[in-house]
């Protein structure tokens, strides 16, 4: 029920013009905001992995099956405990990098950079 009523938060605040819809102007706002400028194409090509209009029953479906196979809340701490080794709560950029792009999936440089560019590590 809390996930849900995330999910309704998160949807408002794309959801830009208040009507009921996230459309491609919403996620124009929505990347614009984070400091992101994305062309149409990319944006058109993000509504198109819904199967519909993507209003907020379609939202909640879409997130259920992206987040269907993500990591626990545990998995997820124990990975940052791998590369917190000073066990200090915080990662430097550096460490955070090597540990992108040389371990698992590995990040290219580019993905990297864009990760960055949305959101900026302190340090």
């Given at each position: 029920?809390?996930?849900?009523?995330?999910?309704?938060?998160?949807?408002?605040?794309?959801?830009?013009?208040?009507?009921?819809?996230?459309?491609?102007?919403?996620?124009?706002?929505?990347?614009?905001?984070?400091?992101?400028?994305?062309?149409?194409?990319?944006?058109?090509?993000?509504?198109?992995?819904?199967?519909?209009?993507?209003?907020?029953?379609?939202?909640?479906?879409?997130?259920?099956?992206?987040?269907?196979?993500?990591?626990?809340?545990?998995?997820?701490?124990?990975?940052?405990?791998?590369?917190?080794?000073?066990?200090?709560?915080?990662?430097?950029r550096q460490v955070f990098t090597n540990a992108l792009t040389q371990l698992g999936d590995r990040f290219t440089k580019e993905?990297?950079?864009?990760?960055?560019?949305?959101?900026?590590?302190?340090?």
């Amino acid at each position: 029920q809390q996930q849900i009523q995330e999910f309704k938060e998160a949807f408002t605040i794309i959801d830009q013009n208040r009507d009921g819809f996230v459309d491609a102007t919403d996620l124009k706002d929505m990347w614009a905001s984070l400091g992101v400028i994305k062309d149409d194409a990319f944006l058109q090509a993000m509504l198109k992995e819904a199967t519909g209009p993507l209003n907020f029953t379609m939202f909640l479906t879409f997130m259920g099956e992206k987040l269907q196979n993500t990591d626990s809340d545990d998995m997820l701490v124990s990975a940052f405990l791998t590369v917190d080794t000073e066990n200090t709560g915080l990662i430097t950029r550096q460490v955070f990098t090597n540990a992108l792009t040389q371990l698992g999936d590995r990040f290219t440089k580019e993905e990297i950079n864009q990760m960055y560019d949305v959101a900026p590590m302190k340090g």
